[in-house]
Protein backbone atom coordinates (compact mmCIF):
# COMPACT_ATOMS: atom_id res chain seq x y z
CA UNK A 1 0.00 0.00 0.00
CA UNK A 2 0.88 3.85 -0.31
CA UNK A 3 2.12 4.34 3.01
CA UNK A 4 4.08 0.67 3.38
CA UNK A 5 5.94 2.24 0.27
CA UNK A 6 6.13 5.75 1.97
CA UNK A 7 7.70 4.28 4.98
CA UNK A 8 10.02 2.01 3.50
CA UNK A 9 11.08 4.28 1.05
CA UNK A 10 12.30 6.32 3.62
CA UNK A 11 13.79 3.93 5.69
CA UNK A 12 15.72 2.94 2.66
CA UNK A 13 16.97 6.71 2.20
CA UNK A 14 17.80 7.38 6.03
CA UNK A 15 19.96 3.73 5.73
CA UNK A 16 21.55 5.26 2.65
CA UNK A 17 22.45 8.58 3.79
CA UNK A 18 23.85 7.51 6.52
CA UNK A 19 26.12 5.28 4.61
CA UNK A 20 26.82 7.86 2.05
CA UNK A 21 27.41 10.68 4.22
CA UNK A 22 28.05 9.32 7.76
CA UNK A 23 26.31 12.09 10.08
CA UNK A 24 23.25 13.09 8.78
CA UNK A 25 23.10 17.03 9.58
CA UNK A 26 20.06 18.81 10.13
CA UNK A 27 20.47 20.70 6.44
CA UNK A 28 20.66 17.39 5.19
CA UNK A 29 17.51 15.73 6.97
CA UNK A 30 15.63 18.73 5.79
CA UNK A 31 16.68 18.28 2.19
CA UNK A 32 15.85 14.24 2.65
CA UNK A 33 12.29 15.25 4.01
CA UNK A 34 11.38 17.95 1.80
CA UNK A 35 12.35 15.52 -1.19
CA UNK A 36 10.58 12.23 0.15
CA UNK A 37 7.39 14.33 0.93
CA UNK A 38 7.46 15.62 -2.78
CA UNK A 39 7.88 11.65 -3.94
CA UNK A 40 5.23 11.02 -1.47
CA UNK A 41 2.94 13.61 -2.85
CA UNK A 42 3.52 13.12 -6.22
CA UNK A 43 2.83 9.42 -6.68
CA UNK A 44 6.41 8.65 -7.18
CA UNK A 45 7.86 5.99 -4.11
CA UNK A 46 7.09 3.08 -5.50
CA UNK A 47 9.18 4.37 -8.97
CA UNK A 48 12.00 5.01 -6.54
CA UNK A 49 11.69 1.55 -5.09
CA UNK A 50 11.29 -0.72 -8.32
CA UNK A 51 14.55 1.70 -9.96
CA UNK A 52 16.71 0.81 -6.39
CA UNK A 53 15.79 -2.34 -7.05
CA UNK A 54 16.21 -3.00 -10.08
CA UNK A 55 19.62 -0.64 -10.41
CA UNK A 56 21.16 -2.62 -7.26
CA UNK A 57 20.29 -6.09 -8.97
CA UNK A 58 22.16 -5.52 -11.78
CA UNK A 59 25.43 -4.23 -10.11
CA UNK A 60 24.79 -7.85 -8.21
CA UNK A 61 24.97 -9.51 -11.43
CA UNK A 62 27.98 -7.51 -12.34
CA UNK A 63 26.23 -5.52 -15.11
CA UNK A 64 27.74 -2.15 -15.94
CA UNK A 65 25.64 0.80 -14.71
CA UNK A 66 26.13 4.28 -15.47
CA UNK A 67 26.25 6.76 -13.03
CA UNK A 68 23.06 8.48 -13.36
CA UNK A 69 22.52 11.30 -15.60
CA UNK A 70 20.01 14.25 -16.25
CA UNK A 71 17.75 15.72 -13.68
CA UNK A 72 18.12 12.36 -11.62
CA UNK A 73 21.46 13.44 -10.34
CA UNK A 74 19.72 16.69 -8.58
CA UNK A 75 17.87 14.26 -6.00
CA UNK A 76 19.48 13.30 -2.66
CA UNK A 77 17.03 10.18 -2.35
CA UNK A 78 17.93 8.70 -5.20
CA UNK A 79 21.64 9.66 -4.19
CA UNK A 80 21.45 7.71 -1.29
CA UNK A 81 19.42 4.78 -2.78
CA UNK A 82 22.72 4.20 -5.05
CA UNK A 83 20.13 4.83 -7.80
CA UNK A 84 22.88 7.60 -8.85
CA UNK A 85 26.40 8.26 -8.06
CA UNK A 86 26.55 12.16 -8.33
CA UNK A 87 26.41 14.02 -4.88
CA UNK A 88 23.61 16.42 -5.57
CA UNK A 89 24.62 18.58 -2.41
CA UNK A 90 28.34 18.08 -3.32
CA UNK A 91 27.62 19.72 -6.49
CA UNK A 92 24.63 22.30 -5.40
CA UNK A 93 22.13 20.37 -7.82
CA UNK A 94 18.31 21.01 -7.72
CA UNK A 95 15.99 18.62 -7.41
CA UNK A 96 13.34 20.55 -8.21
CA UNK A 97 14.38 19.99 -11.57
CA UNK A 98 13.56 16.40 -11.26
CA UNK A 99 10.28 15.62 -9.15
CA UNK A 100 7.88 18.76 -8.62
CA UNK A 101 4.33 19.47 -8.33
CA UNK A 102 4.15 21.49 -11.42
CA UNK A 103 5.87 18.38 -13.20
CA UNK A 104 3.58 15.73 -12.00
CA UNK A 105 -0.11 15.71 -12.51
CA UNK A 106 -1.85 12.60 -10.89
CA UNK A 107 -5.27 11.50 -10.88
CA UNK A 108 -6.74 9.00 -8.56
CA UNK A 109 -9.11 6.24 -9.43
CA UNK A 110 -10.30 3.83 -6.75
CA UNK A 111 -7.61 4.24 -4.77
CA UNK A 112 -5.29 3.67 -7.87
CA UNK A 113 -2.86 6.70 -8.56
CA UNK A 114 -2.71 7.27 -12.67
CA UNK A 115 0.17 9.77 -13.27
CA UNK A 116 0.13 11.58 -16.57
CA UNK A 117 3.10 9.96 -18.51
CA UNK A 118 3.79 13.19 -20.81
CA UNK A 119 5.34 14.69 -17.82
CA UNK A 120 6.86 11.83 -15.65
CA UNK A 121 10.51 12.16 -14.35
CA UNK A 122 12.78 9.56 -14.79
CA UNK A 123 16.17 8.08 -14.15
CA UNK A 124 18.40 8.03 -17.24
CA UNK A 125 20.46 5.09 -16.19
CA UNK A 126 22.57 3.82 -18.21
CA UNK A 127 22.96 -0.11 -18.14
CA UNK A 128 25.56 -1.84 -20.16
CA UNK A 129 24.30 -3.10 -23.66
CA UNK A 130 25.28 -6.40 -24.24
CA UNK A 131 23.89 -7.59 -20.62
CA UNK A 132 20.82 -5.42 -20.25
CA UNK A 133 18.86 -8.55 -21.47
CA UNK A 134 19.49 -9.85 -18.20
CA UNK A 135 18.24 -7.15 -16.21
CA UNK A 136 15.10 -7.12 -18.14
CA UNK A 137 14.44 -10.47 -17.51
CA UNK A 138 14.66 -9.69 -14.22
CA UNK A 139 12.41 -7.20 -14.11
CA UNK A 140 9.68 -8.88 -15.99
CA UNK A 141 10.08 -12.11 -13.90
CA UNK A 142 9.88 -9.69 -10.50
CA UNK A 143 6.99 -7.92 -11.86
CA UNK A 144 5.12 -11.09 -13.84
CA UNK A 145 2.58 -8.98 -16.16
CA UNK A 146 2.98 -5.73 -14.72
CA UNK A 147 5.81 -4.83 -17.25
CA UNK A 148 6.02 -3.34 -20.93
CA UNK A 149 8.72 -2.13 -23.36
CA UNK A 150 7.90 1.42 -24.16
CA UNK A 151 9.72 2.80 -27.64
CA UNK A 152 10.77 6.52 -28.22
CA UNK A 153 10.94 7.22 -31.73
CA UNK A 154 12.33 11.14 -32.80
CA UNK A 155 12.58 12.70 -35.90
CA UNK A 156 15.15 15.26 -37.42
CA UNK A 157 14.95 17.88 -39.80
CA UNK A 158 16.97 17.32 -42.84
CA UNK A 159 19.78 19.91 -42.00
CA UNK A 160 19.81 18.39 -38.35
CA UNK A 161 20.26 14.36 -39.72
CA UNK A 162 23.19 15.48 -41.76
CA UNK A 163 24.56 17.31 -38.11
CA UNK A 164 24.19 13.74 -36.70
CA UNK A 165 25.74 11.50 -39.77
CA UNK A 166 28.81 13.73 -38.89
CA UNK A 167 29.20 13.53 -35.42
Excluded at 86 to 103: A, N, Q, T
Aim: hydrophobic fraction near 35%.
Amino acid sequence: NGSGENEYLKHLTFQGAKKRYGKVSNELRERIEFELETIKNTGYPGYFLIVEDFIKKAREMNVSVGPGRGSAAGSVVAYCLWITNIDPIKYDLFFERFVSKSRAKKTIVDDITYLDGSLLADVDYDISYDRRAQVIKYIEEKHKGKTCKLLTLNTLSSKLCVKECGK
